[in-house]
């Protein structure tokens, strides 16, 4: 073997991984051609896929792995832009008759296992000097392919369930350190880097300087190293107390844009921060006292997490409501544009849901509660749309998009799954100080944030404006139907309603 190449995909990052450690560590890699490809169409400001935001995020994080390959370990990451298929086969012929292993990490979902599959058969099998080699784990914690296909596997319902397998697979699995593997240059021998030149070539500085949006979030290794720091290894009470459940969905009192929670989601489903030394940085904050655990410890979120990779790789139609075991066929409502494009663009004339909803558009995230509200809202609570127009919403919009995880949380909100929550607890879209989706009531500086026309409104009214005094709204500067919209439904009836044809479409599913 004489070149490798590395491809990187989810695991965006140096430190922890697998593949790099590998290429340096070994006695037959000569040459290092760390590439990208990037399989939207970069000259567009947008793509069905993903909005401008998430493109940006993307971006960023490419370029800052291009930062620190060429800075730390003297590589210089190539950057295409099309298809996987013909930009592998392009790269390949340029090494004919040189021994080439493709090295890449191991991504669970569908379109990528079945992605993988076609670049082995149809480019690697087809010249005997050409290897391909693939990594598991990168992104995750268990090897999914080796748990999903062994002979003792059941799908995973509940944290009990994850329990068992964590124990199964690491023993001691609350105070485990995994391995992470970091590069030191000096302990190996100096790799060339490979240079290339192919009509796939990009620069995405270019396209990047194309998109006007700034967001609270920006993307990259160095960033999430950071977050990790600042939130995580500097806040050990804040670890050993975390508590999801009860962590505040309208962010940080004083900044309408800092999560309560970690905030390391966008990170972790790019792979700019391994999940392992997440894991591994609650560990030993863990040790030093008393802390909370799973479901509701930071190792309980990673679990779930974790759960939904085992589960999208083994449940069949995982993204589907149809012919997939974890998803009850609920006849969901015909489709109604005007309440779908009211609920994605925050023009509910419900204020909480509203503002979660703007917040996502400005910045490619929401808390976890948050999305509850919205998701319950959109299905059973009360617009009865089905969850899949919801989740298409969500995945083009979040900075931390990601195929098992978005699905997987949808199941759960819509109550369609085995591990959903019964379907008649429906969250009220407006809250008062008791609501378990811990919304801040009292000055309710979340809302008049996002939702600028109430920024006056006494924070009596403000989760339901409409049942303002005329006068109260005068003095607000806002009349609802006017300034702000009436609520589109009116929540009690649709709450009713959608109760009963659950329970009604329970019953004939029986
Ligand atoms: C309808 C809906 C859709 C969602 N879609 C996504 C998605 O596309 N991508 C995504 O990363 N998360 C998704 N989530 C899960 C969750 O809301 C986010 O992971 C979390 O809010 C991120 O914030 P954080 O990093 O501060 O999380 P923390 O509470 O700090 O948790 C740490 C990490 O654990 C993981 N995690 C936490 N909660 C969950 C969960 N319920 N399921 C899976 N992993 C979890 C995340 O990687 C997170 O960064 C969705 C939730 C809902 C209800």
Wanted: glycine share 4%; proline share 5%; charged share 20%.
């Amino acid at each position: 073997m004489s070149v490798a190449i590395i491809w990187f995909r989810k695991c965006l990052r140096i430190h922890d991984n697998q593949a790099l450690s590998w290429a340096f560590e070994s006695n037959q890699i000569k040459s290092i051609l760390p590439i990208y490809i990037f399989e939207e169409d970069i000259h567009q400001r947008s793509t069905n896929k993903m909005n401008e935001n998430r493109l940006r995020f993307q971006y960023e994080c490419v370029l800052d792995l291009q930062h620190n390959l060429d800075t730390e370990l003297g590589l210089k990451l190539h950057i295409f832009s099309g298809q996987a298929q013909p930009v592998i086969q392009s790269i390949l012929n340029k090494f004919e008759d040189q021994r080439v292993c493709l090295i890449s990490e191991y991504c669970s979902d569908r379109e990528n296992v079945e992605k993988m599959a076609k670049i082995d058969s149809k480019i690697i099998d087809q010249n005997p000097n050409w290897f391909s080699k693939t990594f598991p784990a990168g992104q995750t914690i268990l090897d999914i392919e080796s748990i999903v296909n062994s002979s003792k596997y059941k799908p995973p319902n509940s944290m009990n369930d994850m329990i068992q397998i964590f124990s199964e697979e690491f023993g001691d699995w609350q105070n485990i350190v995994f391995d992470v593997t970091d590069i030191n240059l000096s302990d190996y021998q100096s790799k060339r880097c490979q240079i290339i030149e192919s009509e796939f070539s990009t620069r995405l500085e270019e396209s990047k300087s194309r998109l006007n949006t700034s967001s609270y979030f920006i993307g990259g290794e160095s960033i999430a190293l950071q977050r990790l720091e600042n939130k995580v290894l500097l806040e050990k009470q804040f670890v050993n107390n975390f508590s999801k459940p009860n962590s505040i969905s309208t962010n940080t009192e004083g900044n309408p844009f800092e999560p309560t929670t970690t905030g390391l989601s966008p990170y972790l489903s790019t792979g700019c921060l391994s999940v392992r030394r997440l894991w591994n940085a609650c560990s030993e904050i863990q040790q030093l006292g008393e802390h909370t655990k799973p479901p509701v410890s930071i190792h309980g979120q990673l679990m779930f997490r974790e759960m939904f990779y085992l589960l999208s790789r083994s449940v069949m139609n995982w993204d589907q409501d149809k012919e997939n075991t974890h998803c009850k066929e609920i006849e969901w409502g015909t489709t109604e544009q005007s309440l779908l494009a009211a609920w994605e663009s925050g023009e509910t004339g419900f204020p909480l849901i509203d503002a979660m909803m703007r917040q996502l558009d400005a910045t490619g995230w929401m808390h976890h509660l948050g999305r509850h509200a919205v998701s319950c809202f959109l299905t059973r609570g009360q617009l009865w749309q089905s969850w899949t127009h919801g989740r298409d919403i969500f995945s083009r919009k979040l900075i931390d998009s990601d195929w098992a995880l978005n699905n997987g949380n949808w199941l759960w909100l819509a109550g369609v799954a085995p591990f959903s929550m019964p379907y008649y607890r429906v969250y009220n879209p407006c809250p008062n100080q008791k609501s378990s989706l811990n919304v801040e009531t009292e000055t309710a500086n979340f809302i008049r944030h996002w939702v600028p026309e109430l920024s006056e409104f006494p924070s009596k009214y403000i989760f339901e404006p409409h049942l303002a005094p005329l006068s109260v709204q005068q003095s607000a500067g806002c009349i609802i139907g006017n300034d702000y919209p009436n609520p589109i439904v009116d929540r009690k009836e649709t709450r009713r309603e959608n109760l009963e044809r659950f329970k009604q479409n329970l019953a004939t599913l029986r």
